[in-house]
């Protein structure tokens, strides 16, 4: 500390970054939250003119496709907490114990994925599943996978997987580096078999990682907006929208309904979510520094 | 070092025929699922256009032909509406300006928080860490008319503000932590050699703090380059638009396109990031892993 009290100098060093933060940062997201109680579309100039209490939300809570934004938000968001973060602990456990012989390569291979801008993943994957695209050709069918309404968020899901499973890997890889290797060697001796020093020592000591990875993919989860976009645009007719997407249409897109006192609304639900999970981590953290 | 402690571990697993079994196929399964979908878009581009939906081979092209390239590099120009170079040029103009931007004013505000004492200095910082979880689309409507209002939607300074006013965070973050852990024996020394807090930051921490800088651009340099949202709502002039909002448009175009056209496309912005991955793979997984260890 080179000052044990407050200099008006600090003010230099920190007012500019604060500067952007404040004005492109906290004030849209405030105006946000207020902006869901005001009704405005497109063109307007003053936006806060027409005060409308909760329609907005009432009117979201009446549309079948809100329902099924949220709930499509929370199943690719499950997808991402959980399949996600398995795949990569399997991966990352086999990897490590496996004794590969290229396992740098093995792990860049598996990780390039994310470097990617999920629009250039997202295109790659619409055409592999086309109708007359390379995966029906493989398994000799013809069946149109984007637009089958059941089917359609797993596809989203398994491709976003696809993009970000080398993130969770590298990450579970840090943890196993630092694992303490006195453990594995005393079950050794006890004559414990691999399966036994897996799931008895590794994973529960990979848990601090294990939740990591988890809370990562969960704020990623609900980020989630360029793959749909880009596979889906939402459709077929609404069924694969998830509540980013659901704000983009509504506000934004090309012969939407371009409400965006609605859109700000969804963006407010999307604060309340992400807010809740911000306050569940905090106690969960305490509790295991605990 | 590094290599005895993996060896050590893997003599534990080495005796079992089972584990060596199931983790070769595991990973070779895992391996291909990743390679194939990039190896079967670079194999559709490199077909000529005639051949290019006999699918008989999978991988392999009948014909081997650039046509595909230039016919994408003529589709972009005529129906996208911003060449490949352009669209290259317009998001390193976005990135390169936002990433110093951030880093810059980063250092400065890194270092007061970490140096120096101000009131709320922890609930300001709370703040911002609070921030870093919150997506994008959040701000989208609000920004949209924030810009308008200071006449710079529609221009390249509008991404970039938008970039860094929500990415600013991200890299007082990492800064603080990193300026945090250098010694306090350093920085005393200097005080008693009577430098000033700019002497002090940029003799001494800056020098220590390269890595965590690497780090810093690593992880903007990935948020700001892929991003589409931002992109894509602020600057609707096509000939401004960055390689994923113009990419995006192939994909839900309204003209047909030749689908060695359409993965050529693709192709012309994997490869650069493939190459400059290649070269940096190590410092970017060490940048990304330090960077989400910091969450």
């Known amino acids: 500390m080179i000052s044990k009290k407050f200099q008006i100098k600090t003010i230099f060093y920190l007012f500019p970054a604060l500067f952007i933060f404040l004005v492109f940062n906290v ?11 005001f009704e405005f579309s497109g063109f307007e100039t003053n936006l806060f003119q027409k005060f409308v209490g909760f329609e907005n939300f009432v009117k979201i809570y009446h549309d079948k496709y809100f329902w099924i934004a949220l709930k499509n938000t929370f199943l690719f968001v499950f997808g991402a907490v959980f399949i996600q973060t398995g795949i ?19 792990r860049s291979i598996m990780f390039f994925p994310c470097v990617l801008a999920p629009v250039s993943v997202g295109l790659v994957w619409k055409k592999i599943l086309e109708q007359d695209g390379v995966l029906n050709a493989i398994l000799g069918l013809d069946f149109s996978w984007l637009s089958t309404i059941s089917i359609v968020m797993w596809l989203i899901i398994t491709v976003n997987t696809w993009q970000w499973i080398g993130y969770n890997l590298v990450i579970y890889y840090a943890g196993l580096q630092s694992l303490n290797i006195e453990l594995l060697e005393a079950a050794d001796i006890d004559g414990a078999n691999w399966s036994q020093k897996i799931f008895s020592i590794v994973i529960p000591l990979l848990w601090p990682t ?3 990875n988890m809370i990562l993919n969960l704020i990623g989860g609900f980020r989630a907006f360029d793959i749909v976009y880009v596979l889906t645009r939402g459709g077929p007719a609404h069924y ?51 | 070092m590094n290599k ?25 399964f895992f391996i291909i699922i990743i390679i194939f979908p990039l190896l079967y878009t670079l ?4 077909r000529s256009p005639e051949t290019v939906y006999s699918a008989k081979y999978f991988l392999i092209p009948e014909e081997f032909s650039f046509a595909s390239y230039i016919d994408a590099f003529a ?39 970490s140096h120096m004492k101000f009131p709320m200095k922890e609930s300001l910082y709370n703040v911002m860490i609070a921030s870093v979880a919150m997506p994008a689309q959040v701000l989208l409507i609000p920004m949209f008319y924030l810009l308008i209002y200071f006449g710079i939607i529609n221009t390249y300074l509008a991404v970039i503000l938008a970039y860094a ?3 600013i965070p991200i890299g007082i973050l990492i800064l603080r932590m990193f300026f945090e852990q250098i010694p306090y024996e350093l920085t005393e020394a200097g005080i008693t050699d009577g430098a000033s807090d700019l002497q002090l930051l940029t003799r001494i921490l800056l020098p220590l703090a390269k890595p965590a800088i690497a780090t810093c651009i690593i992880l903007l340099f990935l948020d700001t380059w892929n991003e589409f949202v931002y992109a894509m709502i602020f600057m609707q002039d096509a000939s401004i638009h960055t390689v994923p909002v113009a990419l995006a448009k192939l994909g839900t175009s309204r003209y047909h396109i030749n689908i060695g056209t359409y993965s050529a496309a693709v192709m012309i912005t994997i490869i650069p990031v493939l190459i400059i991955f290649g070269v940096f793979q190590r410092w970017f997984i060490a940048g990304i892993t330090m960077g989400a260890l910091k969450h």
Do not use: D, H, W
């Not at chain 1, 991966?91 to 012989?101: A, C, E, W």
């Open chain 2, 43 to 46: 194999s559709l581009s490199i």
């Open chain 1, 27 to 37: 004030i849209p997201g405030l105006s946000s939250l207020v902006l869901s109680f």
């Open chain 2, 165 to 167: 006013g929500f990415l």
């Open chain 1, 210 to 212: 294990t939740i990591l």
């Open chain 2, 75 to 113: 589709y972009a120009e005529q129906r996208l509406k911003v060449t490949f170079p352009r669209m290259f040029l317009n998001s390193m103009v976005v990135v390169v300006s936002s990433v110093s931007l951030i880093i810059f004013l980063s250092i400065f505000a890194a270092f007061s928080f």
């Open chain 1, 240 to 290: 694969s929208e998830v509540l980013a997407s659901y704000l983009y249409y509504y506000s934004f897109a090309a012969g939407g309904p371009n409400k965006m006192g609605v859109g700000s609304s969804v963006a407010f639900i999307i604060f309340a979510c992400i807010l809740t999970i911000a306050l569940v981590r905090i106690i969960v953290m305490r509790k295991i520094t605990n």
């Open chain 1, 88 to 106: 990569a602990l399997m991966l990352s456990v086999f990897i490590f114990f496996g004794n590969f012989k290229y396992s740098v390569l093995v």
């Open chain 2, 4 to 28: 005895e402690k993996i060896n050590n571990y893997g003599a534990t697993f080495k005796s079992s025929p089972a584990f060596y079994i199931t983790t070769r196929l595991v990973v070779l």
